[in-house]
Protein backbone atom coordinates (compact mmCIF):
# COMPACT_ATOMS: atom_id res chain seq x y z
CA UNK A 1 0.00 0.00 0.00
CA UNK A 2 2.95 2.42 1.01
CA UNK A 3 4.52 1.82 -2.49
CA UNK A 4 1.49 2.57 -4.56
CA UNK A 5 0.69 5.95 -2.43
CA UNK A 6 4.37 7.07 -3.09
CA UNK A 7 3.69 6.43 -6.81
CA UNK A 8 -0.01 8.47 -6.28
CA UNK A 9 1.88 11.11 -4.66
CA UNK A 10 4.34 11.62 -6.79
CA UNK A 11 1.87 12.03 -9.39
CA UNK A 12 -0.05 14.60 -7.94
CA UNK A 13 3.33 16.08 -7.05
CA UNK A 14 3.73 16.60 -11.11
CA UNK A 15 0.86 17.37 -11.47
CA UNK A 16 0.80 20.60 -9.09
CA UNK A 17 4.12 21.47 -10.57
CA UNK A 18 2.49 21.37 -14.15
CA UNK A 19 -0.51 23.62 -12.77
CA UNK A 20 2.29 26.29 -11.30
CA UNK A 21 4.19 26.17 -14.78
CA UNK A 22 0.58 27.07 -16.22
CA UNK A 23 0.20 30.29 -14.37
CA UNK A 24 3.73 31.23 -14.66
CA UNK A 25 3.42 30.47 -18.62
CA UNK A 26 0.08 32.71 -18.29
CA UNK A 27 2.13 35.15 -16.43
CA UNK A 28 5.26 35.70 -18.46
CA UNK A 29 1.97 35.71 -21.43
CA UNK A 30 0.70 38.89 -19.89
CA UNK A 31 3.42 40.77 -19.07
CA UNK A 32 2.55 43.54 -21.37
CA UNK A 33 -1.29 43.24 -20.59
CA UNK A 34 -3.24 46.24 -19.63
CA UNK A 35 -4.70 45.90 -15.92
CA UNK A 36 -3.71 42.13 -15.89
CA UNK A 37 -3.32 40.75 -12.38
CA UNK A 38 -0.67 38.11 -11.70
CA UNK A 39 -1.70 34.49 -11.17
CA UNK A 40 0.04 32.04 -8.23
CA UNK A 41 -0.31 28.89 -7.35
CA UNK A 42 -0.45 27.75 -3.83
CA UNK A 43 0.53 23.86 -2.79
CA UNK A 44 -1.47 22.14 0.01
CA UNK A 45 -1.12 18.57 0.92
CA UNK A 46 -3.68 16.03 0.88
CA UNK A 47 -5.23 13.98 3.69
CA UNK A 48 -2.81 10.69 4.17
CA UNK A 49 -3.01 7.71 6.32
CA UNK A 50 -0.36 6.66 8.61
CA UNK A 51 0.55 4.07 11.37
CA UNK A 52 3.91 3.57 13.53
CA UNK A 53 4.60 1.03 10.97
CA UNK A 54 3.46 2.10 8.22
CA UNK A 55 3.12 5.42 6.22
CA UNK A 56 0.79 6.46 2.96
CA UNK A 57 1.28 9.16 1.24
CA UNK A 58 -1.34 11.52 0.35
CA UNK A 59 0.35 13.78 -2.06
CA UNK A 60 -0.03 17.50 -2.87
CA UNK A 61 -2.86 19.89 -4.34
CA UNK A 62 -3.11 22.91 -5.73
CA UNK A 63 -5.04 26.57 -5.33
CA UNK A 64 -4.58 28.58 -8.20
CA UNK A 65 -5.52 32.46 -6.70
CA UNK A 66 -5.02 36.00 -8.18
CA UNK A 67 -3.60 39.03 -6.29
CA UNK A 68 -6.78 41.43 -7.18
CA UNK A 69 -5.96 43.83 -5.60
CA UNK A 70 -2.08 44.59 -6.70
CA UNK A 71 -1.86 47.62 -8.42
CA UNK A 72 0.24 48.13 -11.41
CA UNK A 73 2.46 51.20 -12.19
CA UNK A 74 0.68 54.22 -14.51
CA UNK A 75 2.15 54.34 -18.09
CA UNK A 76 1.24 57.61 -20.01
CA UNK A 77 -1.08 57.38 -23.24
CA UNK A 78 -1.72 59.95 -25.86
CA UNK A 79 -5.43 58.58 -25.75
CA UNK A 80 -7.89 60.94 -23.65
CA UNK A 81 -9.82 57.95 -23.02
CA UNK A 82 -7.90 55.87 -21.80
CA UNK A 83 -7.95 55.99 -18.34
CA UNK A 84 -6.40 54.69 -14.98
CA UNK A 85 -7.54 53.90 -11.60
CA UNK A 86 -4.78 55.41 -8.77
CA UNK A 87 -5.96 53.78 -5.63
CA UNK A 88 -9.00 51.69 -4.45
CA UNK A 89 -11.59 50.35 -7.06
CA UNK A 90 -12.54 49.25 -10.66
CA UNK A 91 -14.31 50.12 -13.56
CA UNK A 92 -17.40 48.77 -13.99
CA UNK A 93 -18.02 47.33 -17.50
CA UNK A 94 -20.32 44.69 -19.40
CA UNK A 95 -20.24 42.40 -21.98
CA UNK A 96 -22.57 42.41 -25.23
CA UNK A 97 -25.01 40.24 -22.90
CA UNK A 98 -25.19 42.92 -20.39
CA UNK A 99 -23.46 41.02 -17.63
CA UNK A 100 -21.94 42.97 -14.90
CA UNK A 101 -18.15 43.04 -14.01
CA UNK A 102 -14.92 45.12 -12.54
CA UNK A 103 -12.07 45.65 -14.52
CA UNK A 104 -9.16 47.67 -14.23
CA UNK A 105 -8.37 47.63 -17.63
CA UNK A 106 -9.05 50.79 -18.97
CA UNK A 107 -8.07 51.37 -22.83
CA UNK A 108 -11.23 52.70 -23.64
CA UNK A 109 -11.72 53.89 -27.04
CA UNK A 110 -14.98 54.45 -28.82
CA UNK A 111 -16.31 52.25 -31.19
CA UNK A 112 -18.17 52.28 -34.56
CA UNK A 113 -21.56 53.20 -32.25
CA UNK A 114 -19.82 56.01 -29.67
CA UNK A 115 -19.72 53.67 -26.65
CA UNK A 116 -16.51 53.60 -25.14
CA UNK A 117 -15.13 49.89 -24.99
CA UNK A 118 -11.91 48.75 -23.76
CA UNK A 119 -9.14 46.07 -26.01
CA UNK A 120 -11.12 43.14 -24.73
CA UNK A 121 -14.67 44.28 -25.55
CA UNK A 122 -16.19 45.17 -22.65
CA UNK A 123 -18.25 48.76 -22.34
CA UNK A 124 -17.27 50.89 -19.64
CA UNK A 125 -20.60 52.07 -17.65
CA UNK A 126 -21.58 55.68 -16.17
CA UNK A 127 -24.54 57.96 -15.49
CA UNK A 128 -25.38 60.68 -17.78
CA UNK A 129 -25.00 64.23 -16.52
CA UNK A 130 -27.89 67.04 -17.92
CA UNK A 131 -28.93 70.35 -17.46
CA UNK A 132 -31.55 68.34 -14.72
CA UNK A 133 -29.43 65.99 -13.48
CA UNK A 134 -25.95 67.09 -12.98
CA UNK A 135 -25.25 64.12 -10.77
CA UNK A 136 -26.57 60.69 -10.33
CA UNK A 137 -29.27 60.67 -8.02
CA UNK A 138 -28.14 57.02 -6.50
CA UNK A 139 -25.14 54.92 -7.01
CA UNK A 140 -27.32 51.98 -8.20
CA UNK A 141 -26.04 49.05 -11.23
CA UNK A 142 -29.86 49.53 -12.65
CA UNK A 143 -29.14 53.16 -13.38
CA UNK A 144 -26.25 52.48 -15.18
CA UNK A 145 -25.65 53.31 -19.31
CA UNK A 146 -22.95 52.79 -21.70
CA UNK A 147 -20.65 55.79 -21.70
CA UNK A 148 -21.17 57.47 -24.78
CA UNK A 149 -19.09 59.94 -27.04
CA UNK A 150 -20.41 61.55 -30.14
CA UNK A 151 -17.83 63.41 -32.59
CA UNK A 152 -20.68 64.46 -34.15
CA UNK A 153 -22.35 66.09 -31.09
CA UNK A 154 -22.52 70.93 -31.39
CA UNK A 155 -22.37 73.02 -28.77
CA UNK A 156 -25.42 74.95 -28.92
CA UNK A 157 -24.94 78.70 -29.23
CA UNK A 158 -25.98 80.96 -25.86
CA UNK A 159 -27.19 84.68 -26.43
CA UNK A 160 -24.43 86.86 -24.36
CA UNK A 161 -26.54 88.68 -21.19
CA UNK A 162 -24.03 89.59 -18.86
CA UNK A 163 -20.89 91.74 -19.74
CA UNK A 164 -17.88 93.06 -17.62
CA UNK A 165 -15.84 96.29 -18.07
CA UNK A 166 -12.57 96.62 -16.16
CA UNK A 167 -9.09 98.13 -15.96
CA UNK A 168 -8.29 102.03 -15.49
CA UNK A 169 -9.14 105.25 -16.72
CA UNK A 170 -6.85 107.87 -16.36
CA UNK A 171 -7.20 110.65 -14.30
CA UNK A 172 -4.74 112.93 -15.24
CA UNK A 173 -6.37 112.61 -18.56
CA UNK A 174 -6.98 115.81 -20.54
CA UNK A 175 -10.55 116.97 -20.69
CA UNK A 176 -12.01 116.32 -24.11
CA UNK A 177 -13.59 119.56 -25.68
CA UNK A 178 -14.46 118.42 -29.51
CA UNK A 179 -17.51 116.85 -30.35
CA UNK A 180 -18.53 113.51 -27.86
CA UNK A 181 -19.00 110.50 -29.66
CA UNK A 182 -22.75 110.52 -28.99
CA UNK A 183 -23.31 113.20 -31.29
CA UNK A 184 -21.91 110.41 -34.04
CA UNK A 185 -20.10 112.46 -36.32
CA UNK A 186 -17.39 112.58 -38.62
CA UNK A 187 -15.46 114.75 -36.00
CA UNK A 188 -16.32 112.56 -32.89
CA UNK A 189 -13.41 112.39 -30.49
CA UNK A 190 -12.60 110.44 -27.68
CA UNK A 191 -10.23 109.08 -24.45
CA UNK A 192 -9.82 105.29 -25.24
CA UNK A 193 -12.11 103.08 -27.11
CA UNK A 194 -12.71 98.61 -26.22
CA UNK A 195 -14.27 96.39 -28.59
CA UNK A 196 -16.13 93.72 -26.86
CA UNK A 197 -17.76 91.03 -28.60
CA UNK A 198 -20.59 89.24 -27.86
CA UNK A 199 -23.30 86.91 -29.23
CA UNK A 200 -26.70 86.56 -30.64
CA UNK A 201 -29.44 83.97 -30.08
CA UNK A 202 -27.75 82.03 -33.20
CA UNK A 203 -24.15 82.52 -32.27
CA UNK A 204 -23.33 85.30 -34.60
CA UNK A 205 -20.58 87.26 -33.06
CA UNK A 206 -21.77 91.08 -32.28
CA UNK A 207 -18.59 93.24 -31.44
CA UNK A 208 -19.76 96.10 -29.17
CA UNK A 209 -17.31 99.81 -29.32
CA UNK A 210 -17.04 101.12 -25.82
CA UNK A 211 -16.02 104.64 -26.30
CA UNK A 212 -14.85 106.70 -22.73
CA UNK A 213 -14.46 109.85 -23.39
CA UNK A 214 -13.06 112.51 -20.40
CA UNK A 215 -15.82 115.26 -20.08
CA UNK A 216 -14.74 117.02 -16.61
CA UNK A 217 -12.97 116.43 -13.43
CA UNK A 218 -13.82 112.97 -12.59
CA UNK A 219 -16.59 112.64 -14.92
CA UNK A 220 -16.65 110.73 -17.82
CA UNK A 221 -18.88 109.47 -20.57
CA UNK A 222 -19.22 105.83 -22.04
CA UNK A 223 -20.91 105.38 -25.91
CA UNK A 224 -21.45 102.02 -26.52
CA UNK A 225 -22.01 101.23 -30.52
CA UNK A 226 -22.47 98.28 -32.79
CA UNK A 227 -19.28 97.77 -34.68
CA UNK A 228 -21.71 96.50 -37.33
CA UNK A 229 -23.01 100.21 -38.02
CA UNK A 230 -19.60 101.90 -38.42
CA UNK A 231 -18.27 103.84 -41.37
CA UNK A 232 -16.43 102.35 -43.65
CA UNK A 233 -12.88 101.59 -42.57
CA UNK A 234 -14.40 101.84 -39.11
CA UNK A 235 -15.30 104.40 -36.89
CA UNK A 236 -17.72 107.60 -36.94
CA UNK A 237 -20.12 108.04 -38.27
CA UNK A 238 -22.25 105.16 -37.39
CA UNK A 239 -25.21 104.48 -40.01
CA UNK A 240 -26.80 103.99 -36.20
CA UNK A 241 -26.65 105.88 -33.24
CA UNK A 242 -25.47 104.70 -29.95
CA UNK A 243 -26.92 101.78 -28.01
CA UNK A 244 -26.22 104.07 -25.00
CA UNK A 245 -24.89 106.68 -23.43
CA UNK A 246 -23.89 106.85 -20.04
CA UNK A 247 -22.22 109.44 -17.58
CA UNK A 248 -19.44 107.85 -15.25
CA UNK A 249 -18.73 109.38 -12.33
CA UNK A 250 -15.13 108.56 -9.91
CA UNK A 251 -14.69 109.38 -6.00
CA UNK A 252 -12.21 112.10 -6.43
CA UNK A 253 -9.80 110.94 -3.22
CA UNK A 254 -10.24 107.24 -3.83
CA UNK A 255 -10.81 106.56 -7.87
CA UNK A 256 -13.76 104.24 -7.58
CA UNK A 257 -16.66 104.81 -9.38
CA UNK A 258 -19.64 106.16 -7.82
CA UNK A 259 -21.82 106.37 -10.70
CA UNK A 260 -24.04 105.04 -12.08
CA UNK A 261 -24.91 104.39 -8.38
CA UNK A 262 -25.85 100.40 -8.95
CA UNK A 263 -22.66 100.08 -11.13
CA UNK A 264 -23.70 98.87 -14.20
CA UNK A 265 -25.74 99.86 -17.03
CA UNK A 266 -27.80 98.13 -19.55
CA UNK A 267 -27.20 98.22 -22.99
CA UNK A 268 -29.88 97.13 -25.95
CA UNK A 269 -27.85 95.40 -28.50
CA UNK A 270 -31.16 94.19 -30.20
CA UNK A 271 -34.67 94.79 -30.27
CA UNK A 272 -35.03 91.17 -28.23
CA UNK A 273 -31.00 91.14 -26.24
CA UNK A 274 -30.26 93.41 -24.00
CA UNK A 275 -26.52 92.61 -22.56
CA UNK A 276 -26.00 94.58 -18.68
CA UNK A 277 -22.36 95.95 -18.09
CA UNK A 278 -20.74 95.58 -14.82
CA UNK A 279 -18.73 98.33 -14.75
CA UNK A 280 -17.98 98.40 -10.89
CA UNK A 281 -13.84 97.15 -11.64
CA UNK A 282 -13.08 100.19 -13.40
CA UNK A 283 -11.35 102.81 -11.51
CA UNK A 284 -9.87 106.62 -12.03
CA UNK A 285 -6.27 106.81 -10.98
CA UNK A 286 -3.14 108.46 -12.32
CA UNK A 287 -1.97 105.47 -14.29
CA UNK A 288 -2.48 104.93 -17.94
CA UNK A 289 -5.99 104.44 -19.46
CA UNK A 290 -6.35 100.74 -20.29
CA UNK A 291 -9.72 99.27 -20.40
CA UNK A 292 -11.09 95.14 -21.13
CA UNK A 293 -14.22 94.20 -21.95
CA UNK A 294 -15.52 90.38 -22.14
CA UNK A 295 -19.27 89.01 -22.67
CA UNK A 296 -20.50 85.50 -21.82
CA UNK A 297 -22.25 83.55 -24.43
CA UNK A 298 -20.71 81.37 -26.77
CA UNK A 299 -20.72 80.82 -30.44
CA UNK A 300 -21.91 77.11 -31.27
CA UNK A 301 -18.71 74.67 -31.43
CA UNK A 302 -17.81 71.72 -32.82
CA UNK A 303 -16.31 68.25 -31.14
CA UNK A 304 -12.78 68.75 -30.36
CA UNK A 305 -11.90 66.06 -27.87
CA UNK A 306 -13.03 65.15 -24.32
CA UNK A 307 -11.56 64.33 -20.73
CA UNK A 308 -11.85 62.94 -17.12
CA UNK A 309 -11.72 64.48 -14.10
CA UNK A 310 -9.93 62.71 -11.06
CA UNK A 311 -13.57 62.34 -9.61
CA UNK A 312 -14.85 60.35 -12.71
CA UNK A 313 -16.30 63.22 -14.67
CA UNK A 314 -15.85 62.75 -18.08
CA UNK A 315 -16.89 66.00 -20.01
CA UNK A 316 -16.25 67.18 -23.96
CA UNK A 317 -14.77 70.38 -25.25
CA UNK A 318 -15.73 71.81 -28.16
CA UNK A 319 -14.20 74.24 -30.53
CA UNK A 320 -15.80 76.96 -28.93
CA UNK A 321 -14.04 76.35 -26.00
CA UNK A 322 -17.26 74.88 -24.26
CA UNK A 323 -16.12 71.82 -21.89
CA UNK A 324 -19.21 70.11 -21.12
CA UNK A 325 -19.63 67.08 -18.55
CA UNK A 326 -21.89 64.46 -20.34
CA UNK A 327 -21.12 61.21 -18.00
CA UNK A 328 -19.95 60.31 -14.49
CA UNK A 329 -18.09 57.53 -14.31
CA UNK A 330 -18.41 55.78 -11.01
CA UNK A 331 -15.81 52.84 -9.14
CA UNK A 332 -16.96 49.44 -7.74
CA UNK A 333 -15.20 47.34 -5.09
CA UNK A 334 -16.80 44.04 -3.13
CA UNK A 335 -16.04 43.61 0.70
CA UNK A 336 -13.39 40.69 -0.17
CA UNK A 337 -11.57 42.19 -3.37
CA UNK A 338 -8.62 38.94 -3.63
CA UNK A 339 -12.43 35.70 -3.40
CA UNK A 340 -13.94 37.41 -6.84
CA UNK A 341 -13.56 35.28 -9.60
CA UNK A 342 -10.98 36.04 -12.59
CA UNK A 343 -12.77 35.77 -15.98
CA UNK A 344 -10.99 36.35 -19.59
CA UNK A 345 -11.01 39.88 -20.53
CA UNK A 346 -9.02 40.70 -17.94
CA UNK A 347 -12.50 41.34 -15.71
CA UNK A 348 -14.24 40.14 -12.52
CA UNK A 349 -16.62 38.97 -11.25
CA UNK A 350 -18.08 39.17 -7.67
CA UNK A 351 -19.69 35.64 -5.72
CA UNK A 352 -20.46 34.62 -2.79
CA UNK A 353 -17.22 34.81 -1.46
CA UNK A 354 -16.31 38.31 -2.35
CA UNK A 355 -20.11 39.72 -1.42
CA UNK A 356 -21.94 42.10 -4.01
CA UNK A 357 -20.71 44.76 -5.99
CA UNK A 358 -20.74 48.54 -3.85
CA UNK A 359 -20.50 51.98 -6.32
CA UNK A 360 -19.16 55.03 -5.21
CA UNK A 361 -17.58 58.05 -6.39
CA UNK A 362 -14.29 58.48 -7.19
CA UNK A 363 -11.68 60.24 -5.49
CA UNK A 364 -14.13 59.74 -2.47
CA UNK A 365 -15.46 56.94 -0.04
CA UNK A 366 -12.63 55.27 0.09
CA UNK A 367 -11.99 55.07 -3.44
CA UNK A 368 -9.24 55.98 -5.58
CA UNK A 369 -8.89 58.73 -8.49
CA UNK A 370 -9.53 58.25 -11.98
CA UNK A 371 -6.52 59.48 -14.43
CA UNK A 372 -6.88 59.87 -18.25
CA UNK A 373 -4.43 59.32 -20.88
CA UNK A 374 -3.23 56.51 -18.40
CA UNK A 375 -3.20 52.88 -18.10
CA UNK A 376 -2.30 50.41 -15.55
CA UNK A 377 0.37 48.12 -16.63
CA UNK A 378 0.48 44.81 -15.96
CA UNK A 379 1.26 43.24 -12.03
CA UNK A 380 3.99 40.70 -13.44
CA UNK A 381 7.50 40.50 -12.16
CA UNK A 382 9.28 38.88 -14.99
CA UNK A 383 12.29 38.04 -12.88
CA UNK A 384 10.31 36.50 -9.95
CA UNK A 385 8.34 34.23 -12.66
CA UNK A 386 11.41 32.99 -14.22
CA UNK A 387 13.02 32.33 -10.93
CA UNK A 388 9.74 30.64 -10.04
CA UNK A 389 10.23 28.42 -13.70
CA UNK A 390 13.72 26.93 -12.23
CA UNK A 391 12.15 26.03 -9.25
CA UNK A 392 9.24 24.00 -10.62
CA UNK A 393 11.71 22.67 -12.91
CA UNK A 394 13.25 21.34 -10.37
CA UNK A 395 10.41 20.36 -8.33
CA UNK A 396 8.85 18.18 -10.88
CA UNK A 397 12.33 16.58 -12.14
CA UNK A 398 12.31 15.32 -8.33
CA UNK A 399 8.45 14.16 -8.67
CA UNK A 400 9.39 12.62 -11.47
CA UNK A 401 12.65 10.10 -10.37
CA UNK A 402 10.46 9.85 -7.07
CA UNK A 403 7.74 8.27 -9.60
CA UNK A 404 10.87 6.59 -11.57
CA UNK A 405 12.08 4.65 -8.05
CA UNK A 406 9.25 3.64 -7.06
CA UNK A 407 8.08 2.41 -10.42
CA UNK A 408 11.37 0.42 -9.77
CA UNK A 409 10.70 -1.36 -6.51
CA UNK A 410 7.27 -2.14 -8.04
CA UNK A 411 8.65 -4.15 -11.05
CA UNK A 412 11.21 -5.62 -8.70
CA UNK A 413 8.51 -6.76 -5.93
CA UNK A 414 6.23 -8.03 -9.18
CA UNK A 415 8.93 -10.23 -10.10
CA UNK A 416 9.31 -11.39 -7.03
CA UNK A 417 6.16 -12.45 -7.00
CA UNK A 418 6.46 -14.56 -9.74
Do not use: C, H
Not at 337 to 363: C, K, R
Request: hydrophobic fraction near 35%; avoid cysteine.
Amino acid sequence: MSLFSSLMASVSGMNAQANSLSTISDNIANANTVGYKQAGTQFEDMLNEFSPSEYNAGGVATVVNYNISQQGDPTSTTNSTNMAIEGNGFFVVQNASGQTFLTRAGSFAPNAQGDLVNASGFTLMGYPINSSSSQPPSYSLNQLVPVQISTSALSPPVASTTATLKGNLDSSASVDTGTLPAANSTSSTYTSMTPVTAYDSLGNPVTLNVYATKTGANTWEMDVYNAADAASGGGFPYSAGPLSTTTLNFNATTGALTTPASGSVSVAVSGTQTVNFSLSSLTQVSSATSVQGAANGNAPGTYESVSVSQSGVLSETFSNGVTTPIYQIPLGTVPSVNSMTSMAGDVFSPNSASGNIQLGAANSQGFGTINGSQLESSTVDLATQLTNMVVTQNSYQANSKAFQVGSDMLSQLVNLLK
